[in-house]
Structure formats: structure tokens, C-alpha cells
Nanobody, 116 residues
Framework: QVQLVEFGGGLVQAGGSLRLSCVVS????????MGWYRQAPGKQRELVAT???????NYADSVKGRFTISRDNLRNTVYLQMNSLKPEDTAVYYC??????????WGQGTQVTVSS
């Protein structure tokens, strides 16, 4: 089992920045991809960014150049640095871990609200 706890959501004005953190515990050795997803009201959950065990990253087109995903293996933490935030970035952000057996684990979510 893998447990994920997110921190760092909040309210920010357009153009501002936030950093989300996801602390990972449990069977960490089984994880090969970590990621952030988001879900806005009335919309489906969508991929924001992923990072593999060898630090290969992938981003949604809508956040490229503005968001950066990174990991700190010593702290078992994955980060999402979000800059130049837009109102359309408003959503609940979820941390995700995918194991080598393709099992998906999710955090409880953290709200990010960007005011115009």
C-alpha cells in the first residue's frame, strides 16, 4: 500500500505562484511514476504533470512553461511548482502514484483557487 498526503493549496491572485507538496509513505519501492492531476467543477479529472523514477517529466500543454514537477527522494516528497497562475487553473489537485503493477494510488486532494 501507498499513502499520499498533499499540502500547499490555497487562494492566490492571477499571476501568482503556489507550490504543492505530496508526501509519500508505505511501499515506496513499488512506485515508478508520480504525478499531479486536477479536477475542476463539472469537468473530468485531467493530467497536469508526471515524473518517473528516472526523472523523466511530462506536462499537459496547458501548463507547459508555467508548472514544474520535481521530487526529493530523501524526503519522499513530490512537488508541483505553479507559476503564472490563471483562473482556469482553479481545481482540486490530486497527487497520484502508479506502481510497477499499474495500481494507482491517490491523495485526498487540495483546493487551488486562482482569482482574477
Amino acid at each position: 500500500q501507498v499513502q499520499l498526503v498533499e499540502f500547499g493549496g490555497g487562494l492566490v491572485q492571477a499571476g501568482g505562484s503556489l507550490r504543492l507538496s505530496c508526501v509519500v509513505s508505505g511501499s515506496i519501492y513499488s512506485i515508478n511514476v508520480m504525478g499531479w492531476y486536477r479536477q475542476a467543477p463539472g469537468k473530468q479529472r485531467e493530467l497536469v504533470a508526471t515524473i518517473t523514477s528516472v526523472d523523466t517529466t511530462n506536462y499537459a500543454d496547458s501548463v507547459k512553461g508555467r508548472f514544474t514537477i520535481s521530487r526529493d527522494n530523501l524526503r519522499n516528497t513530490v512537488y508541483l511548482q505553479m507559476n503564472s497562475l490563471k483562473p482556469e487553473d482553479t481545481a482540486v489537485y490530486y497527487c497520484n502514484a502508479r506502481s510497477i503493477t499499474w495500481t494507482n494510488y491517490w491523495g485526498q486532494g487540495t483546493q487551488v483557487t486562482v482569482s482574477s
